[in-house]
């Protein structure tokens, strides 16, 4: 089966090291992500959230679990699915990207859909997805700050 392969981008006005504590630390995503819970299913090696870390996220009766496999602080974070969708050789990859005004956020990922013909289906609906995420992630450090009203209905 063919893989698919996505990318979206999302700028925040906060700088990386802002950024960083509320992508890299597991408790922290059911501040600013739809979850209703998210945890470390078992620390990394070097860092809890760091390489090795898996993490498991629930939203209503769909339960994610992924194994961190690059730790960059302040710049990149992948993960592999390890279950919870029927997709194959998936990999995500968040890179935050300096710039003179905040951060770029890049979320991307490849995979391989095991049911075929459902590949363009689980792209875009990862997309969308993926979207939703980082302009959540974006927005987060000014609605922390009363900046910013974030519309809570993603939940």
């Known amino acids: 089966m063919k893989p698919q392969h996505l990318s979206v981008h999302a700028r925040s006005s906060a700088p990386p090291d802002v950024i960083w504590p509320l992508l890299s630390d597991v408790s922290t995503w059911t501040t600013w992500a739809p979850f209703e819970q998210a945890f470390l299913e078992q ?7 760091g390489v090795g870390a898996v993490r ?9 679990r992924e194994e961190i496999t690059e730790f960059v602080p302040g710049r990149r974070l992948t993960y592999h699915l390890l279950s919870g969708l029927p997709l194959d050789s998936y990999s995500a990859t968040v890179e935050l990207v300096p710039s003179d005004d905040g951060t770029d956020i890049v979320w991307s990922s490849t995979f391989v859909a095991r049911i075929p013909g459902t590949g363009a289906i689980f792209r875009r609906g990862m997309e969308r ?6 302009e959540l992630l974006a927005a987060a450090p000014d609605v922390a700050a009363g900046t910013h009203s974030l519309e809570r209905s993603h939940r």
């Open 43 to 49: 620390p990394g090696a070097d860092d809890p959230n």
């Open 56 to 64: 498991q996220f629930h939203r209503g009766r769909y339960v994610t």
């Open 129 to 134: 997805l993926y979207r939703q995420f980082a």
